[in-house]
């Protein structure tokens, strides 16, 4: 392994060599996800200053050690693990700073979409922050950031404002529309491939949405096309502001009892709105259009939830210390074009933790969402197929791997493409270019190599 040549002695708090007690831990303890790559660290640095992030940038460059960030969060793919690299973990970078009166923020990469959702409801504001509440936001804004209420707020990459970066070189610079905006369009979507770090974003922010309700439906799997085919009915009516996911699930998701129905479709709708009269009268179509003639399981009429806590329901469905694969399809028809034949291969899940996420953002609009040429972030389509596969046994990792593949099987030959967070980039190098609309894809490439010739970051994950 390559060490990198410092003045900082190995045993200080902030560098951690294979040797030192707690590298091991360091390394990968922090990880959401425990089935993780074999790759290892030649060091960890965790600076607490933007200085102490270009010195050790400009050390690894001079090293000629590749560079590896972790701001926190899921990345099932673990991207920050990378062999013999230098891995810079910015966990002290969690500030958040609110400047009310002209609805921005300054936010750390380390901050957790929970705590800012709290900090900012505080002031009657919000941010599409993720659906979950533990990733930070550092990743998840660079991924593109499908954020709540996107279909009406877009993706959050796009309520960036400007960003502090260190690149390649050691240099510190801010990357806006005004100014370095080639790297402001690069940073907004290319993910684990982008060449800097970001030490601070500046956001635009929302007033706190004061009407939020949320109604489910469920329903058995086996009438998952007549359900499908209700909600496509029922979109075609919805406000933009209406979120609408359709989940698969099996016999181990949060709630079931022994007693339970093994294998369920449940439909959620979230409406964002400033009262509770607007949202319900977003929701309207839901009574409206007849129910499916499906057997419904359970239903619960639209409640009132707190911004702020809208995360809660969704953090319990990714239970902590087990194992994780997750991939993404882009679909350009309508989730009734393609989910009943999966309905099948779900009830053959070896976990019953196992789900599929899905939803059509905008209801159905997602094809031309995006501010096209806008950003990096550029691939979306109608639908989006999100298969989360959860189990607890190592004895048990060929047999979820199989079943992913099965899944697979039968999407990749109907997506138009992946989404480049929670795609398994590891999987195929495809993931990665079709994570871009097809004209932005070679932009991509040519920006990462203008910001970093020499190779410093490790980029994209490559497959295993």
């Known amino acids: 392994m390559t060490e990198i040549p410092s003045e900082t002695p190995s045993?200080?708090?902030?560098?951690?060599?294979?040797?030192?007690?707690?590298?091991?831990?360091?390394?990968?303890?922090?990880?959401?996800?425990?089935?993780?790559?074999?790759?290892?660290?030649?060091?960890?640095?965790?600076?607490?200053?933007?200085?102490?992030?270009?010195?050790?940038?400009?050390?690894?460059?001079?090293?000629?050690?590749?560079?590896?960030?972790?701001?926190g969060g899921h990345s099932w793919i673990s991207a920050s693990l990378r062999e013999a690299s230098l891995l810079i973990d910015m966990a002290a970078f969690d500030g958040i700073e609110v400047d009310v009166e002209a609805r921005t923020a300054k936010v750390g990469p380390a901050v957790r979409g929970e705590r800012l959702?709290?900090?900012?409801?505080a002031h009657g504001l919000a941010f599409p922050v993720g659906h979950c509440g533990n990733p930070a936001v550092g990743g998840f804004l660079l991924g593109g950031g499908l954020g709540l209420n996107w279909g009406e707020?877009?993706?959050?990459?796009?309520?960036?404002?400007?960003?502090?970066?260190?690149?390649?070189?050691?240099?510190?610079?801010?990357?806006?529309?005004?100014?370095?905006?080639?790297?402001?369009?690069?940073?907004?979507?290319?993910?684990?491939?982008?060449?800097g770090i970001v030490t601070e974003f500046e956001v635009g922010l929302k007033p706190l949405p004061q009407g939020i309700r949320l109604a489910t439906w469920m329903f058995?799997?086996?009438?998952?096309?007549?359900?499908?085919?209700?909600?496509?009915?029922?979109?075609?009516?919805?406000?933009?502001?209406?979120?609408?996911?359709?989940?698969?699930?099996?016999?181990?998701?949060?709630?079931?009892?022994?007693?339970?129905?093994?294998?369920?479709?449940?439909?959620?709708?979230?409406?964002f709105a400033a009262d509770e009269n607007t949202a319900l009268a977003a929701l309207a179509a839901f009574d409206t259009e007849p129910l499916p003639d499906a057997r419904l399981i359970d239903h619960l009429d639209?409640?009132?939830?707190?911004?702020?806590?809208?995360?809660?329901?969704?953090d319990a469905t990714y239970p902590e210390g087990f194992r994780y694969l997750a991939d993404t399809f882009w679909l350009p028809t309508d989730l009734h074009d393609a989910l009943p034949?999966?309905?099948?291969?779900m009830r053959r899940a070896p976990s019953g933790h196992s789900y599929l996420l899905t939803g059509m953002p905008g209801n159905g609009v997602g094809a031309t969402l995006l501010p096209k040429g806008e950003a990096a972030y550029g691939m979306h389509d109608r639908s989006l197929v999100v298969p989360y596969v959860i189990?607890?046994?190592?004895?048990?990792?060929?047999?979820n791997h199989a079943?992913?593949?099965?899944?697979?099987?039968?999407?990749?030959?109907?997506?138009?493409?992946?989404?480049?967070?929670?795609?398994?980039?590891?999987?195929?190098?495809?993931?990665?270019?079709?994570?871009?609309?097809?004209?932005d894809w070679p932009r991509v490439q040519q920006l990462i190599a203008t910001f970093d010739p020499d190779g410093v970051f490790c980029g994209f994950p490559q497959p295993s």
């Open 302 to 314: 639209p409640v009132e939830v707190a911004f702020e806590n809208l995360h809660e329901g969704v």
């Open 153 to 195: 707020w877009l993706p959050s990459c796009f309520s960036i404002r400007s960003m502090r970066v260190v690149l390649a070189s050691g240099d510190v610079v801010v990357a806006s529309a005004d100014e370095n905006a080639e790297l402001f369009w690069l940073a907004r979507g290319s993910g684990p491939g982008f060449p």
């Open 403 to 439: 079943w992913l593949a099965d899944l697979r099987a039968v999407l990749e030959p109907l997506a138009s493409g992946h989404f480049i967070s929670e795609a398994d980039l590891r999987h195929s190098a495809e993931r990665v270019s079709r994570s871009f609309a097809a004209d």
């Open 341 to 345: 034949p999966l309905a099948e291969i």
């Open 391 to 399: 189990w607890s046994d190592p004895a048990d990792d060929e047999a």
């Open 11 to 71: 045993a200080a708090p902030n560098r951690l060599l294979p040797a030192d007690g707690g590298f091991a831990a360091a390394a990968r303890d922090g990880l959401f996800n425990t089935l993780q790559p074999a790759e290892t660290p030649a060091l960890i640095v965790t600076p607490h200053t933007e200085a102490e992030v270009a010195q050790a940038v400009s050390d690894a460059a001079r090293a000629g050690t590749k560079v590896a960030i972790r701001s």
């Open 220 to 271: 058995d799997l086996a009438d998952l096309a007549e359900v499908t085919a209700w909600v496509g009915r029922v979109s075609a009516a919805l406000p933009a502001s209406v979120e609408v996911s359709v989940v698969l699930a099996g016999p181990q998701r949060p709630g079931a009892t022994s007693d339970s129905a093994a294998h369920i479709v449940n439909v959620i709708a979230t409406a």
């Open 117 to 121: 959702s709290k900090e900012l409801a």
